[in-house]
T-cell receptor, first 112, second 113 residues
Framework: GNSVTQMEGPVTLSEEAFLTINCTYT??????LFWYVQYPGEGLQLLLK?????DKGSNKGFEATYRKETTSFHLEKGSVQVSDSAVYFC???????????FGSGTRLSIRP | SAVISQKPSRDICQRGTSLTIQCQVD?????MFWYRQQPGQSLTLIAT?????????ESGFVIDKFPISRPNLTFSTLTVSNMSPEDSSIYLC??????????FGPGTRLTVL
């Protein structure tokens, strides 16, 4: 079945550091891929998405590229801020099922 | 994107009671979903709610424990019945977007004593 595996947390970085959170997936067909962010005490927000191979999703300085050959969708940001502290979820959607499958989440903490 | 609100935002309940959570979307959507997020965990899908038909439950979740209503294309409710402390979680509703993404409400934080 479909599944998502993402980098274990927590991840702690200093402000302005480079961020990578790894995400790999297993799926049949051509899923859509997402990154969601959950700030403390809030629901999930869609951060970015990609719907086909080699697509790059981007938002708020974050980027992720849909790599079909490596079945990966790693999240990157060149210079993190304290306000980026949150839990990040990688996810995929199989269009035939209309369901979203979430990874386990990675807690990110940014030190000033 | 859809804007989703949930009520209540949080509640503390006694074991054996039931709580109904409301989810309102600001536009008509085909599919709505209910998730449970236990402390420090990822999201687990409880059921998919389609208007005009019974909800479809995931393995491990049953209608008697989590009855769902979907009376129209903008509203759904989830009831957590006969609660126990193990039901203490965040309950989130979501609505489908045009590109297979889902948009989430702020969640209902439930504590059962």
């Amino acid at each position: 079945g479909n599944s998502v595996t993402q980098m274990e947390g927590p991840v702690t970085l200093s402000e302005e550091a480079f961020l990578t959170i790894n995400c790999t997936y297993t799926a049949t067909g051509y899923p859509s891929l997402f990154w969601y962010v959950q700030y403390p005490g809030e629901g999930l927000q869609l951060l970015l998405k990609a719907t086909k191979a080699d697509d790059k999703g981007s938002n708020k300085g974050f980027e992720a590229t849909y790599r079909k050959e490596t079945t990966s969708f790693h999240l990157e940001k060149g210079s993190v801020q304290v306000s980026d502290s949150a839990v990040y979820f990688c996810a995929l959607s199989d269009s035939s099922a209309s369901k979203i499958i979430f990874g386990s989440g990675t807690r990110l903490s940014i030190r000033p | 994107s859809a804007v989703i609100s949930q009520k209540p935002s949080r509640d503390i309940c006694q074991r054996g009671t039931s709580l109904t959570i409301q989810c309102q979307v600001d536009s008509q959507v085909t599919m709505m979903f209910w998730y449970r997020q236990q402390p420090g965990q990822s999201l687990t899908l409880i059921a998919t709610a389609n208007q005009g038909s019974e909800a479809t439950y995931e393995s491990g979740f049953v209608i008697d424990k989590f009855p769902i209503s979907r009376p129209n294309l903008t509203f759904s409710t989830l009831t957590v019945s006969n609660m126990s402390p193990e039901d203490s979680s965040i309950y989130l509703c979501s609505a489908s977007g045009r590109g297979n993404e889902q948009f989430f409400g702020p969640g209902t934080r439930l504590t059962v004593l």
